[in-house]
């Protein structure tokens, strides 16, 4: 089998990975790598601060981080099975569309390899919640205020996870809620935060559950993705929010849109 990524016009090598007997071509002056081992990576599980814009697969990442890092003992023994079945990896979401999208993702990226994964958010049953954890899932993707519910019932075992993820968790609204879960969990874990933007406020609040982080920043004038145009439009009188609103659509072509509200009467009342 030959596999090649090779742009046209390129010169070419051929290096042989005995391993696998797969043959690959690379440009001239790259050197392939046979295996991970000799990249000479190290797992150090340090804290980690990543920034990123909006949708550039930090939900993927996030997936991809949680189903590597669990632990899955495929085992007959009832005993042994339970305790592979621990939850290993916590994701904070600040809104519950956003801990279910992850769930989701985290579903379909370790759907071969068994990881079972489940949402733990405000406006669903708890009883359903507790029989979830009690039956056993590696991974709890939830809202704090569920999250901090679930771990005060004690249905929430903390003992074995291994990393905490905040995702956009930048309000301090959460602070709370973040300390107490964060003091629940073991001493070693590691912990990565998620965002698209961070204020230096919201990187003092990181310190006080936070070791030595490694940092991964964009510039700001690479914040926004490339091809989006943003703008904003002052209006003096609540009264005139909604003939504002939809001025767009007589002069754009607009076949999708999210409106985001601050309160959900305004979105009741859109939707009117």
């Known amino acids: 089998m030959t596999t090649s ?3 046209a016009g390129r010169s070419t090598r051929r290096a042989a990975v005995d391993d696998e007997k797969l043959v690959f071509e690379t440009t001239e002056g790259i050197e392939p790598v046979a295996s991970f081992d000799e990249m000479g990576l190290k797992e150090d599980g340090r804290d980690v601060i990543a920034q990123a814009q909006y949708g550039t697969g930090k939900t993927s990442m996030i997936a991809l981080t949680a189903c590597q890092l ?3 003992v495929y085992v007959s023994a009832m005993l042994i099975l339970a305790q592979s079945h621990r939850v290993q990896a916590l994701i904070l979401s600040p809104t519950r569309e ?4 992850t769930e989701k993702v985290i579903t379909t990226i370790g ?4 990881i079972q994964v489940h949402a733990c958010i405000g406006g669903k049953s708890v009883g359903e919640d507790i029989r979830k954890l009690v039956y056993g899932v590696h991974v ?3 809202t704090p205020g569920r999250v901090c519910d679930m771990i005060k019932r004690r249905s929430l075992r ?3 996870i291994r990393v905490l993820v905040l995702d956009e968790m930048l309000s301090r609204g959460f602070k709370d809620q973040i300390y107490y879960v964060y003091i629940y969990l073991p001493p070693e874990l590691q912990v990565v935060l998620i965002s698209a933007t961070l204020p230096n406020e919201i990187l003092e609040i990181t310190s006080k559950f936070m070791t030595d982080p490694v940092k991964i920043l964009v510039k700001r004038d690479e914040l926004t993705l490339e091809g989006i145009k943003q703008f904003f439009v002052v209006v003096e009188k609540e009264e005139w929010k909604f003939e504002t609103l939809t001025d767009p659509y007589d002069t754009l072509t607009i076949t999708q ?4 509200c601050n309160t959900k009467r305004k979105v009741t009342l859109l939707l009117a």
């Open 111 to 114: 759907e071969d390899i068994n």
């Open 158 to 160: 903390t003992r074995a």
């Open 140 to 142: 709890v993707s939830g």
């Open 5 to 7: 990524v090779v742009p």
């Open 98 to 101: 956003l801990a279910e999208q």
């Open 70 to 72: 669990v632990d899955i």
């Open 257 to 260: 849109a999210v409106i985001f």
